[in-house]
């Protein structure tokens, strides 16, 4: 796999959540950015019933920070019911490193 660095653009990340997800009404993951700052990112579900979903809205400002980032996808379904999926991590590299 190739390095991503500060400011890429044109990148999509790929959410495998574990489970059928049909019937969802929201998809996000919350982001926990190096210096531990949080944000969340609205997911687009690729295929509900193999559970994939993706992020494809990065700009240059969305990785900014060289660092480690935690990716936690959760999904909230029309009864209330509200899944968190595993942490996955992200290694965003500084230009040159």
Do not use: C
Request: hydrophobic share 35%; charged share 10%; aromatic share 10%.
């Amino acid at each position: 796999m190739a390095k991503i660095y500060v400011g890429q653009t044109n990148l999509q990340i790929n959410f495998s959540l574990g489970a059928d997800v049909t019937g969802h009404t929201i998809t996000t993951a919350s982001v926990r950015r190096p210096g531990n700052s949080i944000l969340s990112w609205s997911l687009t579900i690729d295929d509900a019933s193999n559970g994939s979903a993706s992020f494809a809205s990065l700009t240059a400002t969305t990785l900014n920070t060289s660092g480690t980032y935690y990716l936690q996808p959760t999904i909230t379904f029309s009864d209330g019911t509200i899944i968190s999926g595993e942490t996955a991590t992200l290694k965003v590299f500084k230009a040159f490193e």
